[in-house]
């Protein structure tokens, strides 16, 4: 089995000024954040995940949440220009680990891309036409991205931070969807699992091989997950989602290339 590595990086003393878009402003526990992101990277490693933690980096409120400094494919990442300003610091810290496993190229200004705005499905990235991603940037990673053999496809996304707020990949020809946040019409050579309709932001799942990392606040769109044979497991992280945080934002995981990591 090929080496998984999960990149993460600990919850900034800081998160309390995290950029909000969506969601209203509530106090964030530190503590509890933190425990909860232990145990979300313990439910990574439990899935055969070598987790690799970035140093803290406190004086950055949302740098948990790597997942949108990069785009991170088997031949090469691609390092993510963030929409929000606050956060374009973020990327030099992941691009540094990054290094030790891919080539890096970058999306430049005036484009800007946040990774949560980018689902890849086999050589498909669709990306999300959002508040943080632009056109030029949708250009541009298509432009990079090609000479490896992928289609970029961009999504309209509304109503939610990043496309995959609204839609992951659950299985190789299956996604689940919170339809009402995005542009269906790309996605609609796909199976798809709908979210209970109580459950908004239930779609924002982790899928690791065969298994998926669900939210503990989302049951009944995990069990129909569970009921469509594919095994879930819930973690709580409930501090990180008032961050409007869910699980993909936390780790980015790509096969690792590190020696040390090929035993
Ligand atoms: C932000 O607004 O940028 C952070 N507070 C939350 C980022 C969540 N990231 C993601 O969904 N990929």
């Given amino acids: 089995m090929t080496p998984l590595v999960a990149l993460t990086r600990p919850v900034s003393a800081s998160i309390g000024q995290c950029e909000l878009t969506h969601v209203t402003r509530t106090a964030i526990d530190v503590d509890r954040a933190r425990s909860q992101h232990e145990a979300y990277c313990a439910a990574l490693r439990a899935v055969d995940c070598t987790v690799v933690e970035l140093p803290r980096a406190d004086a950055l409120p949302d740098a948990v949440f790597v997942e ?5 494919l088997d031949e090469v990442a691609v390092l993510a220009r963030p929409g929000a300003e ?32 980018v689902l890849r499905v ?40 990043h496309l995959k707020t609204a839609v992951t990949s659950v299985a190789d020809d299956t996604l689940l969807v919170h339809r009402a946040w995005l542009d269906v019409t790309p996605l609609q050579r796909f199976r798809t699992i709908d979210v209970d309709e109580v459950e908004p ?27 469509a044979g594919i095994p879930v497991t819930t973690i709580d992280v409930s501090e990180l ?23």
């Fill in 68 to 72: 949108d400094a990069a785009v991170v």
């Fill in 86 to 117: 606050s956060r374009r610091p973020e990327v030099e810290g992941v691009a540094a680990a990054l290094r030790d496993h891919r080539a890096t190229l970058h999306i430049r200004a005036p484009a800007t891309l946040d990774g949560g705005d």
């Fill in 122 to 161: 086999g050589r498909t990235l669709f990306a999300g036409l959002s508040q943080r991603t632009n056109v030029e940037a949708i250009r541009q990673l298509d432009a990079l991205v090609a000479p490896f053999g992928y289609d970029v496809v961009p999504v309209k996304v509304t109503g939610c931070l």
């Fill in 201 to 227: 932001f239930a779609a924002n799942v982790v899928r690791v091989r065969d298994h998926v990392l669900a939210a503990a606040a989302f049951p009944r769109t995990a069990a129909r997950l569970a009921a």
């Fill in 241 to 263: 989602a008032r961050a409007e945080g869910g699980l993909t934002c936390c780790s980015i995981i790509f096969e690792g290339r590190a020696p040390n990591l090929s035993a």
